[in-house]
């Protein structure tokens, strides 16, 4: 009968399902070259890498996407979940590239964006080669505050409970990485490469989000290494290299409306070499309200870098607010401490805190920074502060002499 033939026709599609998966699932594997991505650096690779990811999301066992040694010509790719099983990898050991052409970006504000995913593992000792230099060209969104046109390399959007390792962002055309809206993520052994001279490719730029956790990473790029955002909440940045770069920033917080706390940050056991700033706090003049607290600075080396330690509330790069009217952004409960090296401006510590709402609770101890050159010696600067002041200071601590 027409029937029997139709559900015998059913369990076999079934069977044939059914061992596919087995297959599959026995491996977990998802090797983009099964799909079709050829890795020769010229045929687009987009769409291999879509399927096998969206075959490995949807498989109910933990599955990882294997993307072989080779160069992988990428358009936008959206990275989507949630995924069915409890986690999933990526295992990048190739160079993934994304069009040099920024027409091929249109619309596009990341490039590679991962959104949505529980237990994410990126790792692979792989290459995200975002291939900026003639994007840089025509970047002067620091000037113009409208930086929409270019994509970010990667973007995390609310990923949870993930780690992403040993892996490197390239050239990005924009900021290198942005993660927005995540909770317990940890970048490991990551690498961020980009000239010195190249405009607006922050390093890792956090907002929104909770218990971040940056270690043992190597960032040398065009501006800020790492800055976090309004929202930043249990944010631990231990054992990174910064520089190139403008260093590692809380900020800028206060251009914005409604803009979130800042709420725990501790970067311990950094390096920075021949960076613009050291770390720093930067709040806009003529602010929206906002806080931000529980900041700690310990253990960091500074190499030749300009003013290696800095809060700066009147933070207003190519004059585009009103100095006059006092930041609004309320500072408080913050230390730096064990900060040594040598720094290229003369202002080695320099805390410029708001008239409106001066800082709070700011400690500084065991300094130990040197300055040789045509500005005189080293010294501290403080306005609008009271610091609590420990252990050795060299140069002598502002309150000291104030
Ligand atoms: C945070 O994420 C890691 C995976 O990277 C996981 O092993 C760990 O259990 C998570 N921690 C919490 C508190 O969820
Ligand atoms: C970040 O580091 C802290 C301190 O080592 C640890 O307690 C926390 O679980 C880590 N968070 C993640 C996301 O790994
Ligand atoms: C400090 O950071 C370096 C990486 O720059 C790492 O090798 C070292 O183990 C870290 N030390 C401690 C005490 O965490």
């Given at each position: 009968?027409g029937?029997?033939?139709?559900?015998?026709?059913?369990?076999?599609?079934?069977?044939?399902?059914?061992?596919l998966a087995?297959?599959?699932?026995?491996?977990?594997?998802?090797?983009?070259?099964k799909?079709g991505?050829?890795?020769?650096?010229?045929?687009e690779?987009t769409?291999?890498i879509?399927?096998?990811?969206?075959?490995?999301?949807?498989?109910?066992?933990?599955?990882?996407?294997?993307?072989?040694?080779?160069?992988y010509?990428?358009?936008?790719?959206?990275?989507?979940?949630?995924?069915?099983?409890?986690s999933?990898?990526?295992?990048?050991?190739g160079?993934?590239?994304?069009?040099?052409?920024?027409?091929k970006?249109?619309?596009?504000?990341?490039?590679?964006?991962?959104?949505?995913?529980?237990?994410?593992?990126v790792?692979?000792?792989?290459t995200?080669?975002g291939?900026?230099?003639v994007?840089?060209?025509?970047?002067?969104?620091?000037?113009?505050?409208?930086?929409?046109s270019?994509?970010?390399?990667?973007?995390?959007?609310f990923?949870?409970?993930?780690?992403?390792?040993?892996?490197?962002?390239?050239?990005?055309?924009?900021?290198?990485?942005?993660?927005?809206?995540?909770?317990?993520?940890?970048?490991?052994h990551?690498?961020?490469?980009?000239?010195?001279?190249?405009l607006?490719t922050?390093?890792?730029?956090?907002?929104?989000?909770?218990?971040?956790?940056?270690?043992n990473?190597?960032?040398?790029?065009?501006?800020?290494?790492?800055?976090?955002?309004?929202?930043?909440?249990?944010?631990?940045?231990?054992?990174v290299?910064?520089?190139?770069?403008?260093?590692?920033?809380?900020?800028?917080?206060?251009?914005?409306?409604?803009e979130e706390?800042?709420e725990?940050?501790?970067?311990?056991n950094?390096?920075l070499?021949?960076?613009?700033?050291?770390?720093?706090?930067?709040?806009?003049p003529?602010?929206?309200?906002?806080?931000?607290?529980?900041?700690?600075?310990e253990?960091?080396?500074?190499?030749?870098?300009?003013?290696?330690?800095?809060?700066?509330?009147?933070?207003?790069?190519w004059n585009?607010?009103?100095?006059?009217?006092?930041?609004?952004?309320?500072l408080?409960?913050?230390s730096?401490?064990?900060?040594?090296?040598?720094?290229s401006?003369?202002?080695?510590?320099?805390?410029v805190?708001?008239?409106?709402?001066?800082?709070?609770?700011?400690?500084?101890?065991?300094?130990n920074?040197?300055?040789?050159?045509?500005q005189g010696?080293?010294?501290?600067?403080?306005?609008?502060?009271?610091?609590?002041?420990?252990?050795?200071?060299?140069?002598?601590?502002?309150?000291?002499?104030?």
């Amino acid at each position: 009968m027409g029937f029997s033939k139709i559900s015998l026709g059913a369990n076999s599609l079934l069977l044939v399902v059914a061992v596919l998966a087995t297959e599959v699932q026995g491996l977990n594997t998802f090797d983009v070259r099964k799909y079709g991505a050829k890795a020769d650096g010229k045929t687009e690779d987009t769409q291999a890498i879509m399927k096998a990811w969206k075959d490995a999301c949807a498989s109910t066992t933990p599955s990882t996407v294997v993307i072989p040694r080779g160069k992988y010509s990428v358009g936008p790719l959206m990275l989507l979940g949630p995924c069915k099983a409890k986690s999933i990898a990526i295992n990048l050991q190739g160079i993934l590239q994304a069009p040099s052409d920024l027409n091929k970006h249109k619309s596009q504000d990341g490039w590679i964006v991962f959104q949505y995913i529980d237990g994410l593992t990126v790792f692979g000792g792989g290459t995200f080669d975002g291939q900026g230099s003639v994007a840089w060209a025509v970047n002067d969104c620091a000037k113009t505050g409208k930086c929409n046109s270019l994509p970010i390399n990667i973007r995390f959007n609310f990923i949870t409970n993930s780690l992403v390792q040993g892996v490197t962002s390239l050239d990005s055309k924009q900021f290198h990485v942005n993660v927005l809206g995540c909770n317990n993520l940890t970048f490991d052994h990551f690498t961020i490469t980009a000239p010195g001279e190249s405009l607006n490719t922050d390093g890792i730029h956090i907002g929104r989000s909770i218990g971040i956790n940056i270690t043992n990473s190597n960032i040398k790029t065009g501006d800020d290494c790492i800055s976090i955002g309004d929202g930043s909440k249990q944010i631990r940045i231990t054992g990174v290299n910064c520089g190139p770069g403008h260093g590692i920033s809380v900020g800028s917080l206060g251009k914005y409306p409604n803009e979130e706390p800042v709420e725990g940050v501790f970067v311990k056991n950094c390096t920075l070499t021949g960076t613009q700033n050291g770390v720093r706090i930067k709040t806009w003049p003529d602010s929206h309200q906002g806080v931000a607290s529980d900041m700690h600075f310990e253990d960091i080396i500074m190499n030749n870098v300009g003013f290696p330690v800095l809060i700066d509330q009147e933070y207003c790069p190519w004059n585009q607010c009103k100095q006059s009217i006092p930041s609004r952004i309320q500072l408080s409960k913050i230390s730096f401490s064990k900060i040594r090296g040598t720094s290229s401006t003369a202002e080695a510590v320099k805390l410029v805190c708001s008239k409106g709402v001066p800082c709070q609770n700011v400690e500084i101890s065991d300094i130990n920074l040197k300055y040789t050159g045509p500005q005189g010696r080293a010294k501290s600067i403080c306005k609008n502060v009271k610091p609590t002041v420990k252990g050795q200071q060299v140069p002598t601590a502002c309150s000291a002499t104030a």
